[in-house]
């Protein structure tokens, strides 16, 4: 099985010496999709002999599917530039590389395990740690959705998921959280409907905190939970006290 990785990057410096060697291991062929980088990431991926097409960003689910419309074999692993690939995920791909073709309607889920602010957490709004993202799938049968936040691949009839586990490092700094938050929050108002309501913010932000913290077991994270369960209260709060304001400025 001949396999194309498209990774998507921007401002990724961070973790991408980490990032790449493992999708290099695997790779036919590389793909790498930046949306404006203007830290290292371009250097970075230069030193790897990697030369990233540049592509202003939308959505995550059109950015890679972008990618994934530029790959030349129908296999594809797709990657975010926060997600490092452990040995035994990079062992079960080789694996699977070198078995006999899976049939195209079979998809392979990733065991993701979400990182904030350095540590290991049970849950992140909005899914539980792990999760199983699909994302090694056939082209010909499956593209990500088109939500403006959280997409998903589409088109698969079954799945499997890899061994091994995949660190989704998303948030190392508050700083980083606040910016996504700000962007997930903008990106969800501007391309789906959200209730422009006051009382809808302020009480499912409450509710936000409840669930992500208690019910979702943020508590037994320390600090780094209770950091978590409030990014899940200010991105409920935010989303439709953005959509409120976008609704009166129409007015």
């Known amino acids: 099985?001949?396999?194309?990785?498209?990774?998507?990057?921007?401002?990724?410096?961070?973790?991408?010496?980490?990032?790449?060697?493992?999708?290099?291991?695997?790779?036919?062929e590389l793909v790498v999709v930046d949306s404006g980088s203007s830290d290292d990431t371009l250097a970075i991926c230069a030193?790897?002999?990697?030369?990233?097409?540049?592509?202003?960003?939308?959505?995550?689910a059109d950015q890679m599917n972008h990618a994934v419309s530029l790959?030349?074999?129908?296999?594809?692993l797709c990657i975010d530039s926060d997600e490092v690939l452990d040995a035994r995920t990079v062992a079960g791909l080789r694996g699977l590389k070198a078995g006999?073709?899976?049939?195209?309607?079979?998809?392979?889920?990733?065991?993701r395990h979400w990182h904030v602010l350095g540590r290991e957490v049970h849950a992140i709004y909005p899914v539980s740690s792990p999760d199983y993202p699909v994302r090694l799938f056939n082209r010909s049968r499956v593209r990500f959705n088109d939500a403006p936040v959280d997409d998903k691949a589409v088109g698969f009839a079954r799945t499997e998921i890899l061994p091994g586990r995949v660190r989704h490092d998303t948030f190392r700094t508050l700083g980083e959280m606040q910016q996504k938050l700000d962007a997930y929050t903008s990106r969800r108002v501007r391309y789906s409907r959200v209730s422009p309501?006051?009382?809808r913010a302020a009480a499912g932000g409450v509710l936000a905190f409840l669930k992500w913290y208690f019910r979702k077991g943020g508590w037994?994270?320390?600090?780094?939970?209770?950091?978590a369960g409030a990014y899940a209260a200010a991105y409920t709060f935010l989303k439709y006290f953005k959509s409120w304001q976008s609704a009166r400025r129409r007015a």
């Not at 006999?100 to 065991?111: I, M, N, V, W």
Request: with cysteine; net charge neutral.
């Open 71 to 76: 790959a030349r074999n129908d296999w594809v």
């Open 197 to 199: 309501s006051l009382a």
């Open 1 to 28: 099985m001949k396999l194309t990785v498209c990774l998507l990057t921007f401002d990724s410096q961070r973790l991408l010496r980490e990032v790449i060697p493992p999708l290099l291991e695997l790779a036919d």
């Open 220 to 227: 037994r994270d320390g600090l780094v939970g209770l950091a």
């Open 100 to 111: 006999p073709e899976p049939e195209a309607g079979t998809a392979f889920r990733l065991s």
């Open 47 to 60: 030193a790897f002999g990697l030369a990233p097409i540049h592509r202003p960003y939308r959505t995550h």
